[in-house]
């Protein structure tokens, strides 16, 4: 069996998902595997090697916010939080310009990384992040084996000529940019893809000058296969022909609640709200959430706050909510009647493998395609964060809570999937020499 590497940039959304497959692969009998991420993410490789290496400047642990940054990521960060407050236009090209003005982060090092990585372990295949490009390009240059795995919608994985980066193929009922916005948005897309491909490009003439260099970085991804933290829907857009793509439909794992977390939910119906490691900061659309939802008879909110909890001191002083900077998402949701979020990856499968009906609230990156998705399978409704009202949140929860297992099937099938049949599919796939 084959010998792995998990590499996941530093950030909590990646992370936890990409060190539970790692878990998955070594149970499903790989000779060895290690986890790679940052320092602070040791406590996640869960009775299997890990080994320190970041991959970005940037980080997360947890609260975006309360992440130790530089100067530089700080200001990016409030920067990309005030975008967001200009609607799903504004806050996409505040993505794409950023990435256009920092492409790639220390690639010569993490090349080094990698191939010391490398003499030391001799893996006989990488899992790396799609989007940690660093990683990837590093992997291509030294000619390493990979898979491609994809912490976001499956769009993440580009192969047409017409899809771009950061420019949703779909979009949810109730956001929808104007066309004059989705055209500056496109030039500016574009611009970006040129960017990386010629960011890449130099790199490989400089340290890597016999080994190809690829039509458009964006799209290089692994030869043989990917795997896919999300279900395989039926009108996903068409994926890179040339590898097997391996759809977990989830990557958790089962987790309890505490005694204290129990007391709080038990015999109550219960509306989690979380919007995320880094849009846990719009305290101004939790506020609005959390009014809407208190105009539900007998529904207790509990809130991840991030970094405001502060700021919503009001709100938790209403007995029917509970308002913490961190919440046990993942054991929590088997407790749950509806949850509120952003349309992360985790988040929309997570709520699937619970079978727990969302309101979702998109702000960015890959959160359109997944809040349409959501409502397409019925396992969802999707607002404007910027518009909704405290009236419209009651009367989408109203409508999911009045609903009886509206996407029992969805569910059925995702719990049946899962990163421990993902691990074996994968196994079978890398060792089969046809």
């Known amino acids: 069996m084959p010998r792995f590497v998990v590499v996941s940039p530093p950030f909590l959304s990646h992370a936890r998902p990409m060190s539970v497959f790692a878990t998955a692969l070594s149970t499903a009998g790989a000779q060895a595997v290690t986890f790679a991420c940052g320092a602070e993410f040791a406590d996640l490789a869960h ?3 890990f080994a320190a290496m970041r991959t970005t400047r940037d980080s ?14 700080a200001r ?7 975008a967001t ?21 220390a690639p010569e090092q993490v090349m080094r990384d990698v191939s010391a990585l490398h003499d030391r372990l001799r893996p006989d295949w990488y899992v790396v992040d799609q989007i940690d490009y660093a990683t990837t390009l590093a992997l291509h240059a030294l000619d390493l084996p990979f898979v491609s795995y994809v912490t976001g919608h ?8 017409d899809q771009f980066f950061g420019l949703p193929q779909v979009w949810p009922s109730a956001v929808r940019p104007s066309p004059e916005d989705l055209a500056e948005l496109a030039v500016e897309v574009r611009l970006t893809d040129r960017a ?4 890449f490009s130099g790199f490989l003439k400089e340290f890597a000058p016999e080994r190809p260099v690829p039509s458009r970085a964006f799209a290089l991804t692994s030869s043989r296969a990917a795997v896919v933290n999300y279900p395989e829907l039926p009108w996903l857009p068409p994926l890179p022909a040339h590898q097997q793509q391996i759809f977990l439909g989830h990557c958790t794992t089962p987790e309890q609640l505490d005694d204290v977390w129990l007391e709080r939910v038990r015999g109550r119906r219960v509306l989690l709200v979380a919007l995320g490691t880094f849009l846990s900061a719009r305290d101004d659309v939790l506020r609005t959430v959390v009014r809407g939802a208190l105009k539900i008879p007998d529904l207790t909110v509990v809130v991840a706050a991030g970094g405001r909890v502060a700021e919503l001191a009001d709100l938790a002083g209403d007995p029917r909510v509970v308002v913490e900077s961190v919440v046990p998402q993942r054991a929590l949701l088997p407790h749950v009647a509806a949850m509120v979020h952003h349309g992360g990856n985790n988040s929309f499968t997570e709520c699937l493998q619970a079978g727990v009906p969302a309101l979702v609230l998109p702000f960015s990156s890959d959160q359109f395609c997944i809040a349409h998705d959501a409502e397409r399978t019925r396992a969802g409704v999707c607002l404007d964060p910027n518009s909704a009202t405290p009236e419209d949140v009651a009367a989408a929860l109203g409508s999911l809570l009045e609903k009886t297992e509206p996407f029992a099937g969805l569910r059925d099938a995702v719990r049946a ?13 890398l060792t089969d020499r046809r």
Do not use: C, H, K, M
């Open 417 to 429: 999937a899962g990163p421990d049949v993902g691990a074996a599919r994968l196994l079978e796939v």
């Open 47 to 49: 009775g299997i090697p």
């Open 154 to 161: 499956p769009t993440y994985l580009v192969s047409r000529y």
């Open 85 to 105: 407050r200009g609607g799903a236009a504004a806050a996409l090209l505040a993505q794409t310009r950023r990435r256009r003005t920092e492409l790639l982060s």
């Open 196 to 199: 990386l491909t010629g960011a």
């Open 76 to 82: 990016n960060l409030n920067d990309f939080l005030e």
């Open 60 to 73: 997360n642990s947890g609260v975006a916010e309360r992440t130790a940054q530089d100067a530089r990521s």
